[in-house]
C-alpha cells in the first residue's frame, strides 16, 4: 500500500527546530519582544523610551494605571536632578531623582524617581552630588511600596556637571564669623565640598549622626566649627575615622546656627 507523504512535514518540522534554537539562543518576549539577551541571560538594554523624571512622576500622579501600561516592565532612559544617594541595609545603592509635587492643602503628595542600580555600576554613584543633573538606563518597575516610582538594574549613561563649591572648614567659618549675610549669600543652600580636621563623631548610638571639623578659631573659648549631619546609612564610613584625621565631605550647607555652621545630607568624599 502506498503511504501518502505527511503535508508539509519536512518545512513544519524545520520551523519548530528554528524556533526552539531562537527561544534557547535568546530571544524574550513581552516589552521587548524580538531583542537578543546575552550569554548570562539578561535582557538588552537599550531603552524603548526617553522620558524625564518629572514627566513620569506627573503620569504615575495622574494615574497610576495608565502610566503602568506607558513605563513599566519596559527599559527607560530618564533624565533628572539628583535629590539624594542612599544605600539600604543589603548595601544596594540607589539615586533618587526629584520627581513632582503635587500640592495639596491638606497633604501634598511627593513622588520621587528611585532608581537601583546593579552592583557592578553603583560605585559611580558615590561621587553624585545634589542638584546635578543625570540620564539614567534602567527598568520600571511601577509604584513600589512606598509612594516612589521604581528602576531597576540601573546604569549611569551622562553626568552632567558638578554644581558643588569646594571650601576648607577653616574658610567657611572665618567667612561666617565676618558677615553671616554675605556668607549665606555665598553658600547657604549650595552643595559644598568641605575638607578639614575630624574633631567629633556624634550620635555613634541612636542619637543624630554628626561629625564636626575644626574652625578657623578652634583656640577661642568657644570655637565656630562646621557640624555636619549624615544620613543613617552612612554611618559604617563615618564609624572608621579617626579624631584628628583630615577628611573631605559633600553637604547641603544650611547656614549658621549660634556656634555651628551646619551641613546636612552629608557623605564623605573619596581620596
Do not use: W
Amino acid at each position: 500500500m502506498a503511504h501518502r507523504p505527511v503535508q508539509g512535514g519536512l518545512p513544519l518540522m524545520i520551523t519548530a527546530l528554528a524556533t526552539a534554537a531562537l527561544s534557547g539562543c535568546g530571544f524574550i518576549e513581552g516589552p521587548n519582544a524580538g531583542r537578543p539577551i546575552d550569554g548570562r541571560g539578561s535582557r538588552d538594554r537599550r531603552p524603548v523610551l526617553f522620558v524625564t523624571a518629572e514627566q513620569m512622576a506627573r503620569d504615575y500622579a495622574a494615574s497610576r494605571q495608565a502610566a503602568d501600561v506607558k513605563y513599566r516592565g519596559k527599559y527607560l532612559q530618564v533624565a533628572g536632578v539628583v535629590d539624594r544617594v542612599r544605600t539600604n541595609s543589603l548595601g544596594e545603592r540607589s539615586v533618587a531623582l526629584v520627581g513632582f509635587t503635587e500640592n495639596r492643602s491638606d497633604d501634598p503628595v511627593v513622588k520621587e524617581i528611585r532608581c537601583i542600580f546593579l552592583p557592578t555600576h553603583d560605585d559611580r554613584t558615590l561621587d553624585l552630588t545634589r542638584g546635578q543633573e543625570v540620564k539614567i538606563v534602567g527598568r520600571c518597575e511601577g509604584e513600589g511600596t512606598s509612594i516612589d516610582i521604581e528602576i531597576v538594574d540601573c546604569e549611569l549613561e551622562e553626568v552632567g556637571p558638578d554644581p558643588s563649591i569646594t571650601v576648607t572648614a577653616e574658610q567657611l567659618t572665618r567667612a561666617y564669623a565676618q558677615s553671616k549675610e554675605q556668607a549665606d549669600q555665598k553658600y547657604s543652600g549650595r552643595q559644598l565640598v568641605i575638607e578639614g580636621v575630624l574633631v567629633e563623631l556624634r550620635g555613634e548610638g541612636e542619637g543624630r549622626p554628626e561629625v564636626v571639623l575644626a574652625g578657623h578659631d578652634e583656640q577661642s573659648a568657644r570655637p565656630l566649627r562646621v557640624v555636619a549631619a549624615y544620613p543613617s546609612d552612612q554611618r559604617g564610613a563615618f564609624a572608621r575615622l579617626s579624631k584628628g584625621q583630615k577628611i573631605k565631605i559633600k553637604g547641603e550647607c544650611s547656614g549658621r546656627h549660634d556656634d555651628e555652621v551646619s551641613v546636612s545630607f552629608a557623605v564623605l568624599v573619596r581620596k
